[in-house]
């Protein structure tokens, strides 16, 4: 067990930081479109439901 705790566990939190590290700095060498954050909705789709789409309830109490 002194051998997990003195040398395999410090291992792998020293892995684990750098894979964390080359991941992160990958996104400099990435084309400036492909490092901006991912688009949260959809371009062009209206995120707005449309009466035909809700339950006859809320379409009574919408219109």
């Known amino acids: ?3 997990f705790r003195q040398y395999i566990a ?3 939190v020293v ?3 750098v894979f964390a590290l080359v991941a992160v700095s990958a ?3 990435l084309p400036s479109d492909m ?3 991912a688009p949260i909705e ?3 789709v209206s995120s ?3 009466p035909a789409n809700l ?3 809320v379409q009574n109490s919408a219109s």
């Open 55 to 57: 339950p006859p309830t």
């Open 27 to 29: 996104r400099i060498f």
């Open 15 to 17: 892995l684990v930081f």
């Open 42 to 44: 959809e371009v062009g």
């Open 1 to 3: 067990m002194a051998i």
């Open 35 to 37: 490092a901006a954050p």
């Open 10 to 12: 410090p291992l792998l």
């Open 48 to 50: 707005q439901p449309t």
